[in-house]
Nanobody, 113 residues
Framework: QVQLVESGGGLVQAGGSLRLSCAASGRSFNTYAMAWFRQAPGKEREFVARIDWSGGITSYADSVKGRFTISRDNAKNTVYLQMNSLKPEDTAIYYC??????WGQGTQVTVSS
């Protein structure tokens, strides 16, 4: 069982940056691949980024490649999403996921033009 709590969302102007965090409880955090997803109003939830258990392999949606960076600190049971050069179309609720079954409650990111 893993519980996830996201934080770090907020309101930022286009071109700005935010760093999201996802803190996990449970003893097996370092065995899970972790991912970030997002859901904009009226749209389906979409994949943003993924990192394997060791942090050595990452993947990104084309829409965020080169602007967002996913990382993890297994000693702190935390995964991060550094978001730079934000655009209004990045506005969404951002969710982290552990493995394929465990989701956080989400954190709102709003990018103003």
């Amino acid at each position: 069982q893993v519980q996830l709590v996201e934080s770090g969302g907020g309101l930022v102007q286009a071109g700005g940056s935010l760093r999201l965090s996802c803190a996990a409880s449970g003893r097996s955090f370092n065995t899970y691949a972790m991912a970030w997803f997002r859901q904009a109003p009226g749209k389906e939830r979409e994949f943003v980024a993924r990192i394997d258990w060791s942090g050595g392999i990452t993947s990104y949606a084309d829409s965020v490649k080169g602007r967002f960076t996913i990382s993890r600190d297994n000693a702190k049971n935390t995964v991060y999403l550094q978001m730079n050069s934000l655009k209004p179309e990045d506005t969404a609720i951002y969710y982290c996921r552990a493995g394929s079954n465990y989701w956080g409650q989400g954190t709102q990111v709003t990018v103003s033009s």
